[in-house]
């Protein structure tokens, strides 16, 4: 059974830091792209990083751009999202997903599974 479970968020000051952990089973992580996305309440779903499988291109949104780090272990089946000087703005759920193929073409590759989530609250 493919499952995507996602841990690591929680309440943050700004300026603090958080490493999101997204754990994939039933399926092979090194054969495909994973994204992350979040959702604000009341906002849609935007991306904010993916990394493909092979040679580990990855994206991110202009927002988080220097201040994130997407990376994978393959051997642990565990795409990470580090986020460094959080801002407030950057609270929200935070969902990670399989692509349908390897690469990501951008921040939204088609997406054929989703994990549930992890909330992430970053205080002014």
């Known amino acids: 059974q493919l499952q995507l479970v996602e841990s690591g968020g929680g309440l943050m000051q700004a300026g603090g830091s958080l490493r999101l952990s997204c754990a994939a089973s039933g399926f092979t992580l090194e054969d495909y792209a994973i994204a992350w996305f979040r959702q604000a309440p009341g906002k849609e779903r935007d991306g904010v990083s993916c990394i493909s499988s092979r040679h580990d291109t990855t994206y991110y949104a202009d927002s988080v751009k220097g201040r994130f780090i997407i990376s994978r272990d393959n051997a642990k089946n565990t795409v990470y999202l580090e986020m460094y000087s959080l801002k407030p703005e950057d609270t929200a759920v935070y969902y990670c997903?399989?692509?349908?193929?390897?690469?990501?073409?951008?921040?939204?590759?088609?997406?054929?599974?989703w994990g549930q989530g992890t909330q992430v609250t970053v205080s002014s």
């Open positions: 997903a399989k692509a349908q193929y390897h690469y990501c073409s951008g921040l939204y590759p088609p997406i054929d599974y």
